[in-house]
T-cell receptor, first 116, second 117 residues
Framework: AQSVSQHNHHVILSEAASLELGCNYSYGGTVNLFWYVQYPGQHLQLLLKYFSGDPLVKGIKGFEAEFIKSKFSFNLRKPSVQWSDTAEYFCAVNAPRSSNTGKLIFGQGTTLQVKP | EAQVTQNPRYLITVTGKKLTVTCSQNMNHEYMSWYRQDPGLGLRQIYYSMNVEVTDKGDVPEGYKVSRKEKRNFPLILESPSPNQTSLYFC????????????????FGPGTRLLVL
């Protein structure tokens, strides 16, 4: 069965610190990969996604993620966090179109707290 | 504005009292889905629908029902809520693309926080 694992459940950083959130998935075939963010009291928003091509993808608000196929990983990074990045971050996968039932499999989520 | 809306946003109820959480999207999307979010578990899919009158179970369907009579609406029904259904619920939708597949990126509603006493 497909699964997604996020290693850090709660991360606390000071402003301007660098961020890396880990995400590993288990799936035997090709997957689509996503990072969603949920700001306090708001709905999920897409940060970035990877379907194919360049394994380093850039998203909104200065976030980027690198797909490493050999490690089944899709880690999220940001060089310098801001207080406004305080939120919960979810890694997710779904199957490519040929077998896509639409289901997203989510990781457990990582709560990021940025101290001013 | 293209969006997914849910109502109510907050609900406190008692065990056994039937309730419905509505979900509506104005983007003419074929695919709709319900997830529940619980601390330490992320989001898990409850039910999904690929089109009108086509629904199927997700990973955690027990205690829930859905219906898809119209393309824009996908209500989640709890016939007899129990405290273990206390959670944050999200509705999501995505369009069907040329070639028949669903767009991989889904659009989420604002969430409904449910407390069952």
């Amino acid at each position: 069965a497909q699964s997604v694992s996020q290693h850090n459940h709660h991360v606390i950083l000071s402003e301007a610190a660098s961020l890396e959130l880990g995400c590993n998935y288990s799936y035997g075939g090709t997957v689509n990969l996503f990072w969603y963010v949920q700001y306090p009291g708001q709905h999920l928003q897409l940060l970035l996604k990877y379907f194919s091509g360049d394994p380093l993808v850039k998203g909104i608000k200065g976030f980027e993620a690198e797909f490493i196929k050999s490690k089944f990983s899709f880690n999220l990074r940001k060089p310098s966090v801001q207080w406004s990045d305080t939120a919960e971050y979810f890694c997710a996968v779904n199957a490519p179109r040929s077998s896509n039932t639409g289901k997203l499999i989510f990781g457990q989520g990582t709560t990021l707290q940025v101290k001013p | 504005e293209a969006q997914v809306t849910q109502n109510p946003r907050y609900l406190i109820t008692v065990t056994g009292k039937k309730l419905t959480v509505t979900c509506s999207q104005n983007m003419n999307h074929e695919y709709m889905s319900w997830y529940r979010q619980d601390p330490g578990l992320g989001l898990r899919q409850i039910y999904y629908s690929m089109n009108v009158e086509v629904t199927d179970k997700g990973d955690v369907p027990e205690g829930y029902k859905v219906s898809r009579k119209e393309k824009r609406n996908f209500p989640l029904i709890l016939e007899s809520p129990s405290p273990n259904q206390t959670s944050l619920y999200f509705c999501a939708s995505s369009p069907r693309l040329a070639g028949g597949y669903f767009q991989e990126t889904q659009y989420f509603g604002p969430g409904t926080r449910l407390l069952v006493l």
